[in-house]
């Protein structure tokens, strides 16, 4: 019922819109499948491309890293000023090997650290604060440090975007500051009159494909929300979601055009 009643507040609060042709265009010139979802913070306007996908369910794989931060925070699994202390234990990312702070595990999206949250997080805490949030609900049992990665858990595009709605509108409940920390972490962009907050996921063993960028942006003339999902077969074809991303968002006249000097 809780995402029945979600799917009709999308539906009443955004306007229905054909494909965004320029959008659909962007993804058709890399030869690449997808959905993206740009949306005004005051749901006024939207941009969707290909509507069946913004609607389908998948893993939010390391965009959960938005909403976990603020959990961890919130039940003192960690401070903003916190560490993780590596075991020595080797990973296939090189950033992951070492001693990492909150920022950084949340910039080089490392898997262990937020397992290691998970941990002293525990199961209840998450059932409690992602029950009023856009996400699916967990199942009876469920793995503590994997349910973001094994499609316990699912969101869709538009989902992503009423998620993002709320946090950047400090709707959920979760402390001032702890909003602030996330914002800082966040932070993947700035330019002359802007600044960019933002998460990428990948799920690349899953089907559907869980390959993700998310976030906001800032402008004096507002703010808008975006969820891109890509089918990435190759992860050389990785960059391409923040790089589609910012080309929509250009092309909506959101962010200007990438300045070299700029870029993070």
């Known amino acids: ?6 799917a009709l507040f999308l539906f009443c609060t ?9 959008i659909a265009a962007l993804l058709a010139r890399q030869g690449l499948q997808g959905t993206l979802v740009l949306a005004s913070l005051d749901g006024r ?16 794989a390391s965009t959960f ?15 903003p000023d916190g560490s993780f202390h590596w075991n020595g234990k080797l990973h296939e990312i090189t950033a ?33 604060a992602l029950a ?5 609900a967990l199942p009876g049992q469920f793995e503590l440090t994997r349910f973001w990665l094994d ?10 975007v009423e998620l993002l709605r709320r946090i950047r509108l400090r709707q959920l409940p979760f402390q001032a500051a702890h909003y602030d920390t996330l914002q800082t972490i966040m932070l993947a962009e700035t330019g002359s009159g802007y600044r960019l907050y933002a998460k990428t996921g990948w799920g690349g063993r899953q089907q559907p494909e ?44 959101i962010l200007p055009p990438a300045d070299p000097d700029q870029m993070p």
């Open 96 to 128: 992951w090997n070492r001693g990492l702070s909150l920022p950084q595990a949340f910039q080089v999206s490392c898997v262990w650290c937020y397992q290691e949250l998970a941990r002293r997080i525990g199961p209840e805490p998450y059932r409690r």
């Open 14 to 22: 955004l306007p229905a819109q054909a494909e965004d042709a320029a």
């Open 65 to 79: 890293k938005i909403i976990n931060t603020l959990i961890a925070l919130e039940n003192g699994a960690i401070g």
């Open 132 to 136: 009023g949030t856009p996400y699916t």
């Open 151 to 160: 499609g316990s858990l699912r969101i869709s595009a538009l989902e992503q």
């Open 210 to 253: 869980a390959s993700w960028y998310v976030g906001y942006v800032d402008t004096p003339a507002g703010s808008w929300l975006f969820a891109t999902r890509l089918e990435i077969h190759d992860p050389a074809q990785l960059p391409l979601r923040q790089t589609l991303t910012r080309a929509a968002l250009v092309e909506k006249g």
């Open 1 to 6: 019922m809780r995402h029945l009643c979600l």
């Open 45 to 60: 306007i939207r941009h969707v491309h290909d509507e069946a996908r913004a609607a389908q369910q998948v893993s939010p």
